[in-house]
């Protein structure tokens, strides 16, 4: 674009060269186009070129338009010339009010006509002003720069006065503790009062000793403070190294930002306090072999004072006052002392928590409290107290007097160390922790007691594997019952005499003793309970319950109880099912017969062992899936007995057998008794040993989940507050053992309704079947019987009909109360029904045979008029109706209905015709 507008004008006499430029009233309204680049205005300013709108230009002249136009239309032409200008002119001076550098321009001149006429002239203009400038801005910078760096040492004197204030104190609390520490351990000798070091002449603990022991657990929490002092400045030293080497490592070509803000007092360098902080961190790194040594000389002392102080109770407790025991002044000395040393081992059990060092108080007060009343008291002598060697007889009094002796000598400091560091349950939820910072119930009884019983060889021995299983399982319930009640042993709150205990406390405030009044730990249900739980999570009870070799003693005892069952069916087999074989007691027998009503020998003998299992000198709770088992296996071997012999593989009785009776008591021998033998037979032939092993089968089946599931439960999932202590679970834990056991049971006795109805829907009725069906042979000898011989017609039924049903009657009149429910009156349907279809085929026959001989003999029709003239198959009919209405008679005496019977009903058909011949018997 060029700088102004040129307009040639041409005729044919001469040309005219117009140049705006040079006009002065068009040089004041020029406006440079915007859209130029070359413009200043457009270089500086902030505005995009499409925002400026610009009037469209005048159209251009053509070359006719150059010959043809007059000095008015040229006049008109630059008249819209100046008016678009103007409009230019306005447009670009409020673009420039709105930007920054159109704004620096304006300054210059009111308008844009005092512009210099191009942009070298103003760049020449401004070049001195900008210099100007530039140096202002780096003098103030430099100014600002000064300020900021005397800010930040400024700042840097404060945080050092500040850090020097903190490692001041922490220097002088070093050297604090470090005197405590010498103090206490007598190397620095402090002038005091006569009667305040050491142990007054009353014997009571002298209150510079006292201080002593408050001082240390003071020098504890000093140790502690420099402990975590020391750790935070190691952490902040390591969190400003790390922090500067990831900023190292950011450069700009690595993606880092680089900032141009100018420095400011408001800001923190980081520099500035990483070195103080670093000063900081140098000076406690001197210090930290010294912190180190304090901490341990601490603990050292603390441990020592600790078992100097358990050793004092424990000389108190154990030796006998000769001299003032019945003295009312001994006793309040005693008591003042006792109080004041728990105290102080109150001050160093939490000074060694405050150190983490609770390792060492448990340690210490196992060592020096609990393992002398061990020795004392454990050895293999007081071990077998009260029996025979090897039977560890006074295991569970041995155990009982160490829990009572470490009760009353260190119950009252137990009881305080509990009340100090068990966790409150609202501390955690609702939930105990299984941990405290200090644990003597747990570290410092249970685990050396626990230990001494594991390491000694010979008492190892004679607990863990005495390889007789009474004499384990005793064993194994002491130290259970011991462990079960072992924290409610030593943390119970020994009774007082409340009117007493509040009379003296009155008194005591009138001579100026508080003692009543400092604290008192409040030992609760649930703080017993915590304590507990505890004991059984703890590891050393683990590896405890791991020496005790359970599998084994079960399998001691499930032999012998397969033994007694053994040996019952032997006799069974020798003796029939009436054997007395029940080995048990006498009062057992009794109670079993009358309460679970059974009647065999080997049935009471079978449900004395399935309950044995569970009596306190047989069961263990960690075998109950076991015991379990081998009651479903005892079941099961008997039901395996009975369906073989049902199934006619086993044989009762035989010949004479000659039993061996050792006996090992004083003055006898070895003895022998002759049994004589009963004849063999099965005894599934026989319907007696069918219904009474069935009935027995049926109260069995009743008795497993019944009356035996209780035995369980009551054993397993106890209901009394103390039983359910020593089951270690909870309610819905036991409820659900509860639901287990019974569905093992009902399955165990699924196999018994089975056989129960074997024995009576085939072996019964075959059986009975068999023998009602033997007088049915005699229905052929009712034709011989009239048969050309001239008797009179019957009038009463043949003799062998009362005998069809007489076995059946019998059993049932026998054994009616002794049917199962589940088997009802089917049975006897089954039986009457097969012997009443039998009977009906053999009337059938003879009366077929009857009918054979009549038209045989029909041309003698004399023989008609003799016997009062019914011939011979009249009266043989009429037998056959007596002896059917006979039967009937019999059948309904049973209880059946005869018409569902579908013999009877062809019985009837078949001697439906001799019924007239009844009836005219009846009328002659």
């Known amino acids: 674009m060029h700088d102004g507008y040129t307009l040639t004008m041409s005729s044919s006499t001469a040309s005219t060269s117009y140049h705006p430029a040079s006009s002065p009233s068009y040089a004041s309204d020029r406006t440079p186009n915007p859209t130029t680049p070359s413009s200043p205005s457009a270089m500086n300013s902030d505005v995009s070129p499409a925002a400026v709108v610009v009037p469209p230009p005048p159209p251009p002249l053509t070359s006719t338009d150059t010959t043809t136009t007059t000095t008015s239309a040229l006049q008109s032409r630059l008249t819209a010339l100046r008016t678009r200008s103007s409009a230019l002119s306005s447009e670009l001076t409020k673009k420039l009010a709105t930007s920054r550098s159109g704004q620096s321009l304006l300054h210059i001149g009111p308008s844009l006509s005092t512009l210099p006429p191009d942009l070298s002239t103003l760049l020449d203009a401004l070049d001195p002003m900008l210099e100007e400038v530039t140096a202002f801005e780096g003098e103030n910078l430099e100014e600002l720069k000064r300020l900021v760096a005397l800010g930040g040492g400024v700042r840097r004197a404060l945080w050092r006065s500040r850090f020097g204030v903190e490692c001041a104190e922490i220097y002088r609390d070093l050297c604090g503790a470090e005197m405590v520490l010498r103090m206490v351990r007598g ?25 002593q022991v408050n001082s240390l657990e003071r020098a504890a929490y000093t140790t502690l403070y420099l402990l975590q002092e020391l750790q935070s400045s190691s952490t902040q030293v390591s969190a400003m190294t790390g922090a500067i080497n990831s900023t190292n490592a950011k450069t700009p070509g690595d993606g880092g930002e680089i900032t141009n803000s100018l420095p400011s007092l408001m800001g923190v360098n980081d520099s500035e306090l990483n070195g103080v902080i670093i000063e900081k961190s140098r000076f406690l790194m001197k210090l930290a072999p010294r912190i180190r040594r304090l901490e341990s000389d601490t603990s050292k002392c ?61 340690s210490s007060f196992a060592r020096v409290a609990i393992m002398p009343i061990i020795r004392s008291k454990l050895s293999m002598g007081k071990l077998d107290e009260g029996g025979s060697r090897g039977e560890c007889a006074g295991l569970f009094f041995l155990l009982d007097d160490i829990a009572n002796t470490v009760a009353s000598v260190y119950g009252s400091l ?52 005495p390889g007789i299983a009474n004499v384990l399982q005793a064993n194994y319930s002491a130290l259970d019952t011991f462990l079960s009640e072992l924290a409610s042993n030593l943390l119970k709150t020994p009774t007082t005499d409340d009117a007493n205990e509040e009379k003296s406390s009155v008194e005591s405030v009138e001579l100026g003793d508080f003692s009543h009044l400092y604290y008192q730990p409040a030992i609760t249900p649930i703080t017993i309970d915590h304590a507990q739980s505890r004991l059984y999570s703890h590891p050393t009870t683990i590896e405890f319950s791991k020496k005790w070799n359970l599998p084994i003693y079960y399998q001691l005892r499930f032999a012998e109880f397969c033994g007694r069952l053994d040996k019952a069916l032997t006799r069974v087999c020798s003796e029939g099912w009436e054997a007395d074989v029940f080995t048990g007691e006498e009062r057992d027998n009794k109670a079993i017969r009358d309460q679970v009503g059974f009647e065999l020998a080997i049935f009471v003998e079978l449900y004395d062992i399935l309950t044995s299992m569970w009596k306190s000198n047989v069961f263990l709770r960690p075998l109950t899936h076991r015991f379990l088992r081998g009651a479903v296996q005892l079941v099961g071997r008997l039901l395996a007995f009975i369906k073989e012999g049902m199934d006619g593989n086993i044989e009762f009785g035989g010949n004479k057998e000659t039993t061996e009776l050792n006996t090992e008591s004083e003055g006898e021998g070895e003895s022998t008794e002759t049994v ?17 092993v069935s009935w027995e089968l049926t109260i069995l089946d009743t008795c497993m989940t019944h009356d035996y599931l209780d035995v369980v439960a009551k054993t397993v999932c106890p209901v009394d507050s103390e039983s359910i202590k020593s089951t270690h679970n909870s309610s819905s834990e036991l409820e659900e053992i509860r639901s287990l056991s019974s569905d093992v049971l009902f399955e165990s006795s699924r196999d018994i309704s089975p056989l129960i109805e074997h024995s009576w829907n085939k072996l019964i009725v075959d059986n009975l079947i068999s023998q009602c069906c033997v007088p049915l042979s005699a229905v052929k000898g009712v034709a011989a019987t009239y048969r050309m011989t001239n008797r009179p017609p019957p009038t009463q039924a043949s003799p062998f009909v009362a005998t069809i049903l007489r076995p059946l009657k019998e059993f049932d009149t026998t054994y009616s109360s002794r049917t199962p429910p589940q088997i009802g009156d089917g049975w006897k349907y089954q039986v009457i029904g097969t012997v009443a279809d039998r009977y009906s085929v053999a009337v059938e026959e003879l009366i077929a045979t009857v009918k054979r001989t009549e038209e045989a003999l029909k041309s003698r029709k004399t023989r008609r008029m003799m016997a009062g003239g019914m011939s011979d198959g009249e009266k043989v009919k009429l037998q056959l109706y007596l002896d059917h209405m006979e039967f009937k008679s019999h059948v309904e005496e049973l209880d059946v209905d005869v018409e569902r019977v579908a013999g009877l009903v062809k019985l009837r058909d078949l001697t439906q015709e001799a019924e007239s011949l009844f009836e005219q018997t009846q009328k002659s």
Request: glycine letters at 10%; proline letters at 2%.
């Open 302 to 362: 603390l441990v020592g004072k600790l078992e100097e102080l358990l050793a004092c109770i424990r000389d108190d407790m154990m030796e006998d006052s000769e001299d003032d025991a019945d003295s009312k002044n001994a006793l309040s000395r005693k008591k003042d002392r006792k109080e004041q040393m728990l105290l102080m081992i109150g001050n160093c059990l939490r000074g060694l928590a405050l150190l983490g060092k609770g390792v060492d108080a448990e």
């Open 676 to 692: 004589m033998g009963i004849p063999t037979y099965h005894w599934n032939q026989r319907v007696e040993d069918l219904a009474i």
């Open 187 to 211: 190397e620095v000798v402090e002038v005091e009062e006569e009667g305040k070091s050491g142990a007054n002449e009353e014997g009571t603990v002298g209150d510079e000793e006292l201080h």
């Open 414 to 465: 137990l009881r305080s160390s509990e009340g100090m560091f068990a966790h409150d349950a609202a501390a955690t939820n609702g939930k105990y922790s299984s941990s405290m910072e200090v644990d003597l119930i747990v570290s410092g009884v249970w685990v050396p007691v626990a230990t001494a019983l594991m390491t000694d060889p010979g008492i190892k021995t004679a607990i863990f594997s």
